[in-house]
């Protein structure tokens, strides 16, 4: 039996998030407000399971300094296991800098740090294997998208695979993607990555991400799209048979600060998934935290516990 529900691997940064009016290309803004926090795509969504009581864990590497012990403690503090977190020794943590507008509007900056010398010798197959869930996130370097397409192979077949591309990943294209959205049980993608990893459009690119062998995608859309009369489409699911689209009270609309919404959506979802619900009480789970999340300024600060959660939905989040 998995002693295990979820285990992410991805990237371990110190987010600084900025806050500005607006982001220039050329020219000079005051800074509105700074936060600086641990992040990392996977890191969040792991996190955010956490918090919500499921058993998780952790593979990736830190610097040996402040901010690498930070982004541990974090983790810690919320039941997350980090015995397979490598401190890389010499080597600083590294870097995510964000830059959001009022708009919404954001430009990110990574400085991967000790990301770029996690080894495959770093990684524990085994371990892994135990899990339910595995779930993936980008790193900035070549190497390591290496050491994840070919730890697909190694995993036991009972595991199922999550995979948040982001950005990083999408622009390498679908042929370079291939190997692992193969094997992606799901796929968690937005709107605008979505469109840079195939050319297509909503719908179509989805479909394609299925042709490519995911079993279910999920991608989400940010500020949404407009419903008639008071609704918003957040999100859209779809796997072989199947589509679902999630929606959302337009009065969520002014909430602008999108940092780490994507991560919180994913955890909703694969919350979903551990507790066997089906994927449109799954997007709709995504879609709760991801609103959550967006409360606060970073990605994990107002993240909800599970009592919230079950304030919110009691039917959907009951054992």
Do not use: W
């Not at 779930?135 to 009972?158: C, M, N, R, T, Y």
């Not at 999100?235 to 994507?262: M, P, W």
């Not at 909703?268 to 995504?286: A, N, S």
């Amino acid at each position: 039996m998995s002693t295990i529900d979820v285990i992410g691997f991805g990237a371990l940064n110190m987010d600084h998030l900025y806050r500005v009016k607006q982001i220039v290309l050329d020219g000079e803004v005051p800074i509105d407000h700074v936060t600086v926090t641990p992040g990392g795509s996977a890191a969040n969504t792991i996190y955010g399971l956490a918090k919500l009581g499921v058993r998780t864990g952790f593979v990736g590497a830190i610097g040996d300094d402040v901010q690498g012990k930070a982004s541990l403690s974090d983790l810690q503090s919320i039941g997350v296991d980090t015995t397979h977190i490598r401190i890389k020794k010499a080597k600083k943590t590294g870097i995510a800098l964000c830059i959001t507008d009022e708009l919404g509007n954001r430009a990110i900056y990574l400085l991967p740090g000790a990301n770029s010398v996690l080894n495959s010798q770093d990684i524990d197959a085994n371990y892994l294997s135990q899990a339910r869930i595995v779930h993936f996130s980008s790193f900035v370097d070549e190497k390591q998208f290496i050491i994840q397409a070919e730890l697909l192979g190694k995993l036991s077949g009972s595991v199922k695979i999550s995979f948040a591309p982001g950005m990083l990943y999408a622009v390498r294209g679908m042929q370079t993607l291939s190997p692992l959205l193969q094997k992606t049980d799901v796929l968690f993608i937005n709107k605008d990555e979505l469109e840079k990893l195939t050319g297509e459009n909503l719908v179509a690119g989805a479909k394609e991400c299925l042709k490519q062998g995911c079993q279910v995608v999920v991608v989400t859309l940010g500020k949404g799209l407009s419903l008639e009369p008071s609704q918003v489409m957040t999100g859209y699911i779809c796997d072989k048979g199947h589509e679902y689209k999630v929606e959302s009270s337009a009065a969520f609309a002014g909430q602008l600060d999108s940092t780490g919404a994507g991560d919180a959506f994913a955890a909703g979802f694969l919350f979903g998934l551990v507790k066997q619900r089906k994927l449109d009480e799954c997007g709709r789970l995504g879609d709760i935290m991801a609103h959550f999340a967006m409360k606060e300024v970073g990605a994990r600060q107002s993240l909800p516990t599970l009592h919230t959660l079950k304030q919110i939905l009691p039917s959907r989040t009951s054992s």
